[in-house]
């Protein structure tokens, strides 16, 4: 997998921030990519694998009635678990994942594969986006790590 972790390492580094992880459906992966790169300790500060409804209200402060509203796989839940990354870390944007990785948990409006990413700085509105992936359990997770690295670079470039 060819992932931007030198530009995003670079780019943290050159605007003196550092970056949190709140990941549901990777289970840690977005952070053990990032925690891959030799130095990433100048710019990572922290993940949360917030895999529970309970612990992603616990640690990241998500509400109740948003999980019981939309749902852990949603716009909301993953805007809620990014503002809560950078609401309970040092730092200055994080990423969120929550997804269906399957092979099976999908339904017709949230299929296997489907996974809500979301992008929060501070002083900027929160990002959220939904893809649609596919393949086994092991390549949903892969493709959304890329994607997750990739808005991270998106939003240091914008």
């Given amino acids: 997998m060819q992932l931007p972790l030198m530009d995003i390492a670079e780019k943290l580094q050159a605007k003196k921030c550092f970056i949190a992880t709140a990941e549901s459906c990777t289970g840690g992966w977005i952070a053990q ?10 710019w990572f500060d922290c993940g949360f694998v917030t895999y529970s409804n309970a612990s992603k209200q616990r640690a ?3 509400s109740k009635d948003t999980l019981e509203q939309y749902g852990a796989v949603s716009a909301e839940v993953v805007a809620e678990m990014a503002e809560g990354a950078l609401n309970n870390s ?6 969120a994942t929550s997804g269906i990785a399957g092979p099976d948990g999908g339904s017709k409006e949230k299929p296997v594969g489907t ?6 700085e501070q002083g900027k509105p929160v990002r959220a986006k939904k893809y649609c992936f596919e393949g086994d359990r092991e390549s949903v997770r892969k493709q959304a790590v890329s994607v997750a690295l990739e808005g991270i670079l998106q939003n240091l470039s914008d």
């Fill in 33 to 42: 990519e990032i925690t891959a790169i030799p130095g990433s300790s100048a």
């Fill in 115 to 120: 996974v809500w990413f979301a992008w929060a």
């Fill in 60 to 62: 990241l402060g998500v």
């Fill in 90 to 95: 040092g730092a200055h944007l994080s990423v």
